[in-house]
């Protein structure tokens, strides 16, 4: 099959991952623009905080898929740069929330793209453990070995992360070596891309609607990456017709244009139960 010419055909785009993000932009890259995505060579992006909470995340998710994008684009010599970040919060629990974005730079046009997605994680968040049975018990629900796991251990406020296992004996071999020395032990999903299937699956994903973006010229100035940069709420009450907050339609821009679109949503009358006036 021949990928069809697009702005982007031949270009080589650098995804700043060292845990193989490259891998899930390059079919729809490849197949919907023809455009070739690689990882910088020896590139650090636990400078920019881990999961493991083991280096603290300092930046907003915007900047820091911002920051690592750059990096990425120095180091491999590209105006063409993608990063991605994800954050998981526990807030509706024992739900967590993933939120996840994928942030593409063009330097030549000067565009800076965000595609972004808020689900709920298929998995639990961590779990504090006082047996090493339990840490392999937990590990074998979160589904592991597919889905890595990470130990956390803490003591006198010093937090380690301990990563990387192949084997419910080594892990169940590291908890009781822990526990034993004092420190108190949880068992978290290991949330890197390489280390979990379903993360990998959400940026996948967000990489399939990248790729149609950057295939989308602004009707007016012809720039490549038109698509949805924000949400228009105000969908009318299906009993008395005000304003409600459920969204109303998605509004497409231009990353260099003022241009706007407006695409309504196909629902057009909200549920009184989010109506202020027929449900305060
Ligand atoms: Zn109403
Ligand atoms: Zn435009």
Known sequence: MTPPVTHYTGSHITFATMHGKEHLAREAFRHILGATVTAPPDLDTDQFGTFAGDIPRVLTPRDAARAKARLGMQIANTPYGLASEGSFSARLTPLVEQMEILLFIDDDLGLELIEGTLTTSPLPGGRTITTPLRASDFAHALGFP??????????????????????????????????????????????????????????????????????????????PGFGKVDVEHGLPCSHCGAATQVIAADLHGCGTCPHRARIPRRQTRADPTWCDYCNP
């Open 146 to 223: 597919a889905q890595g796991v990470i130990l956390q251990s803490a003591q006198d406020g010093q937090i380690t992360a301990h990563k990387n296992f192949t084997h419910l004996d080594e892990l169940q071999r590291t908890a009781e070596a822990l526990l034993a020395n004092g420190s108190t032990v949880t068992v978290l999903p290991d949330y890197r891309a390489h280390r979990s299937p379903s993360r990998a699956d959400t940026i996948r994903t967000l990489c399939n609607h990248m790729a149609k973006r950057l295939a989308t010229e602004c009707p007016h100035c012809r720039t």
